[in-house]
Nanobody
Framework: QVQLVESGGGLVQAGGSLTLSCAASGRTFSSYDMGWFRQAPGKEREFVAA???????YYADSVKGRFTISRDNLKNTMYLQMNSLKPEDTAVYYC????????????WGKGTLVTVSS
């Protein structure tokens, strides 16, 4: 069982920056592909960025060049550095863990709210 806890959300002005963190419980964090998703009010949840267990990174076109995903396996934590934020980035951001080695479990965090004011 893996528990995911997001933090770092808040209110920021357009053009500003925030760093989200996702802390994972358990001893097999390094065997999971990790990702960030977001859900804006009235919209479906969408992919933002992912980092594989082997540290390949992937980004949605809408955030490419502005957001950076990273992970620290020693701290069981994933990060999302968000720069040049736009009002359309306003959403609840969710952390996801997808087991890549030794199983096929998938877990979600409860989310952290990011609000970007214009």
């Amino acid at each position: 069982q893996v528990q995911l806890v997001e933090s770092g959300g808040g209110l920021v002005q357009a053009g500003g920056s925030l760093t989200l963190s996702c802390a994972a419980s358990g001893r097999t964090f390094s065997s999971y592909d990790m990702g960030w998703f977001r859900q804006a009010p009235g919209k479906e949840r969408e992919f933002v960025a992912a980092i594989s267990w082997s540290t390949y990174t992937y980004y949605a076109d809408s955030v490419k060049g502005r957001f950076t995903i990273s992970r620290d396996n020693l701290k069981n934590t994933m990060y999302l550095q968000m720069n040049s934020l736009k009002p359309e980035d306003t959403a609840v951001y969710y952390c996801n863990a997808d087991q890549a080695v030794g199983g096929n479990m998938n877990y979600w965090g409860k989310g952290t709210l990011v609000t970007v004011s214009s």
